[in-house]
């Protein structure tokens, strides 16, 4: 169905993912990271398939914003909380990689992974039981993120994990000195929240999502040091677990990954980036993510100067986050997707090249 209305579909997306990772395992004479690409691919596409099925046994559909686009009210009876079949598989995949390979590091992803799962978890809970698109409070869920992420960077800065130099390419960076701290905190804290209020199209921010792994865990490789081949493989698989989540979440979606998957995702990203010294290039490659967050602070921002300064609030866009403000152009759903995921694609080509010349 999807393919009638949308040129750049779900196995476009699928064929080029797949496509520039067998072109990566041969450049890198390493075969694992297609392997691990395909295998958790085939991992997300069946625990999603049936685990789709016990979700709508149980009834935990989604509930849709009195306030929001008065399309989207046909999916109040979507299956909601996918995510789980995205978190615990790369959960699982940790715990079996935390006895062999750096221990501490994969252990503190871990417990960072876990934290935004169990937030995201209760968010979607509380969202279900009250029959309504709120769960935990803004300010409750930052509490819980801040004290997580504060944790999180805390032992790994203590550890020496956390390299102050920010990498822009492989010879120079900028030396952030303790700066590095609250720039982690904001690398982790607004990418969970950027990644989640990207998600409110059919297959927007799992698409999105599946192409920022694949460039963040190749430009890991791009830096040359054997012992951070380890979180490309982590990349790759996140990467193959959005893109089988994505064959149901695609347009129209049987299924929405919820808080649960959404904030985790986010996590998932900043906590790379951050053991990795990824910050620059993940900038670039999560520009959706980032201009998604930005047009809700614009929106609300603007309204609240011109609320105080007028006695009468403006908007800037029609709607916030900015794919709903297109929505309400006209915009077909999927051809916004469409277009957010080419844009994405450009955005990682143009941060892999930036890498390889600067």
């Known amino acids: 169905m999807i393919g009638k209305i949308n040129s750049f579909n779900f196995k476009s997306l699928f064929i080029l993912n797949t496509f520039a990772l067998i072109v990566t395992s041969y450049i890198f004479s390493n075969y694992i990271f297609i392997g691990i690409f395909i295998l958790f691919f085939l991992i997300s596409s069946l625990t999603t398939k049936h685990g789709l099925k ?6 935990i559909f989604q509930n849709i ?18 995510g789980v079949f995205i978190i615990i598989p790369f959960l699982i995949l940790l715990l079996l ?3 062999k390979f ?3 590091k994969i252990l503190l992803i871990f417990f960072c992974i876990f934290g935004f799962f169990i937030i995201g978890l209760l968010d979607d809970y509380l969202s279900i039981k009250n029959t309504r698109n709120t769960g935990l409070k803004s300010s409750e869920k930052f509490i819980l993120q801040s004290l997580i992420s504060i944790i999180f960077i805390l032992l790994a800065f203590s550890r020496g994990y956390i390299n102050p130099l920010i990498m822009i390419s492989n010879s120079w960076g900028i030396d952030t000195n303790i700066m590095i701290l609250p720039i982690s905190f904001f690398t982790l804290v607004g990418l969970s929240n950027s990644v989640n209020l990207t998600d409110g199209l059919d297959g927007l921010a799992s698409g999105c999502s599946a192409i920022v792994f694949y460039g963040l865990g190749t430009e890991i490789l791009l830096k040359g040091q054997q012992e951070l081949i380890i979180f490309s493989v982590l990349c790759y ?12 979440n695609r347009y129209p979606a049987k299924i929405f990954m919820g808080d649960t998957g959404s904030l985790s995702i986010g996590a998932i990203l900043g906590s790379i980036s951050i053991l990795t010294n990824s910050f620059f290039t993940l900038f670039i490659f999560s520009g959706i993510f980032i201009v998604e967050s930005l047009s809700v602070i614009i929106q ?6 011109t609320k105080k300064l007028f006695n009468s609030g403006k908007r800037i866009f029609r709607m916030a986050p900015l794919h709903h403000h297109f929505e309400l152009q006209g915009i077909r759903e999927a051809k ?3 277009n957010f995921w080419k844009i994405n694609i450009f955005l990682v080509i143009f941060g892999i090249v930036l890498k390889i010349n600067l």
């Open 54 to 59: 016990i979700i709508t046994q149980f009834g």
């Open 65 to 82: 914003r009195n306030d929001g686009p008065a399309m989207h009210f046909y999916k109040k009876h979507t299956p909601t909380t996918g």
């Open 97 to 99: 990689l935390s006895s």
């Open 102 to 104: 750096y221990t501490i």
């Open 237 to 248: 698989s996140m990467s193959g677990l959005c893109l089988g989540f994505l064959n149901f």
């Open 300 to 305: 609300v921002g603007f309204f609240k100067i």
């Open 336 to 338: 916004i997707v469409e």
